[in-house]
């Protein structure tokens, strides 16, 4: 009975995965987007807690659990420069494995390119 438990759960995580999608964009301070409705202004700082992905033009909201994932991914970033609020003159683009429900993403995974 255990074996069979353990089967049924491993097949129901390798399942949910095998149906996320690979998103990749450009990575923006949600509450900045919600304000100025300028993706262009609005990188992410230190400070940013609310993130959205620019996809081709069209800006998702990430879920909670997408907003820990760019905030930690974010903190161990390799080029981050001296100035903590100022993480990089460039766009911070991103790759998200995730389902996609309305104008939300739920992250699954996140890796900051």
């Known amino acids: 009975m255990r074996r069979l438990l353990t089967a049924i759960g ?3 995580v390798f399942a ?3 149906l996320a999608e690979n998103f990749s964009g450009r990575l923006l301070d949600a509450s ?5 409705k ?3 202004a609005c990188q992410p700082t230190s400070t ?3 993130f959205a992905i620019d996809i081709a033009g069209k800006v998702f909201m990430l879920d909670n659990s997408g907003n820990i994932k760019a905030v930690e991914a ?3 970033r390799a080029d981050r420069s001296s100035d903590p609020n100022n993480l990089t003159k460039s ?5 998200i494995a995730g389902t996609k429900d309305g104008d939300t993403i739920k992250v699954d995974a996140l890796e900051v390119q």
Do not use: H, S, Y
């Not at 900045?32 to 100025?36: G, K, L, M, S």
């Not at 766009?91 to 790759?95: L, Q």
């Open 32 to 36: 900045c987007t919600d304000q100025q």
């Open 38 to 40: 300028k993706e262009t």
């Open 48 to 50: 940013t807690t609310m």
């Open 91 to 95: 766009a911070v683009v991103v790759k």
């Open 16 to 18: 949910t995965l095998a």
């Open 74 to 76: 974010l903190k161990n």
């Open 10 to 12: 491993f097949i129901t």
